[in-house]
């Protein structure tokens, strides 16, 4: 059972676009929401990550926008660039535990 | 640089042999942890070491074993290997448990059971 939800699977955007991944999860135990970031042949490196009590993190270009009463949680990419391509796992973590990752999201941006 | 190295980078296995997938950290990290990633299927914990001296199981355990050798080193061993257990090996690292405490992956290696 997966216990965070993530869609799309994959994604294509033209440079400068918005690129647009969003999250759902059930467990409400769930307290830290991070996003992680892949390129071919690399392990996840973390991108940018949210607590349950902010609506909303903007790190540069990149954006997580969190709705804790429908338990979804959004990546935006703004001004999307090639060197953005690469694969995003949203995840989630409990105070006492592991972290448990989404589907994840291919993000392919073309020049 | 610092981080978690992992051995080796790929490896081909015949159904029903075995072998030690080696991961090491020179962070001083207390905690690591051994994933698997598959397409469409995110990475999913296999096992993990809290602390030196313990292990558990994650959510996909069968099929393997693990050995906390020292603070620094966490093996992920498959007795005897099948070709469900072909795909990408991660081992992580982190200074704890919980959300303070970020995790550090490896570059992960590339296992295919034929």
């Known amino acids: 059972q997966q216990q965070v939800k993530q869609s799309p699977q994959s994604l294509i955007v033209q440079k400068g676009g918005i690129s647009i991944i969003n999250c759902a999860y059930e467990?409400?135990?769930?307290?830290?929401f991070p996003w992680y970031q892949q390129f071919p042949g690399k392990g996840p490196a973390l991108l940018i990550a949210?607590?349950?009590?902010?609506s909303e993190k903007k790190e540069g270009r990149f954006t997580i926008s969190f709705n804790k009463s429908a338990k979804q949680f959004s990546l935006h990419i703004m001004d999307s660039q090639p060197g953005d391509s690469a694969t995003y796992f949203c995840?989630?973590?409990?105070?006492?535990?592991?972290?448990?990752f989404g589907q994840g999201t291919i993000l392919t941006v073309h020049p | 640089n610092a981080g978690v190295t992992q051995t080796p980078k790929f490896q081909v296995l015949k159904t029903g042999q075995s072998m030690t997938l080696q991961c090491a950290q020179d962070?001083?990290?207390?905690?690591m942890y051994w994933y698997r990633q598959d397409p469409g299927m995110g990475l999913r914990l296999i096992y993990y070491?809290?602390?030196?001296?313990?292990?558990d199981k994650g959510e996909v355990p069968n099929g393997y074993n693990v050995s906390r050798l020292n603070k620094r080193e966490f093996s992920l061993r498959l007795e005897s290997a099948a070709p469900s257990q072909t795909s990408v090996y991660f081992c992580?690292?982190?200074?704890?448990?919980?959300?303070?405490?970020?995790?550090?992956f490896g570059s992960g290696t590339r296992l295919t059971v034929v």
């Open positions: 992580a690292s982190s200074r704890g448990q919980g959300n303070d405490y970020g995790y550090t």
């Open positions: 467990n409400t135990a769930f307290d830290y």
């Open positions: 949210i607590r349950p009590d902010v």
């Open positions: 995840a989630a973590f409990t105070s006492y535990g592991k972290l448990t």
């Open positions: 962070m001083n990290h207390n905690s």
């Open positions: 070491s809290a602390s030196e001296g313990t292990t």
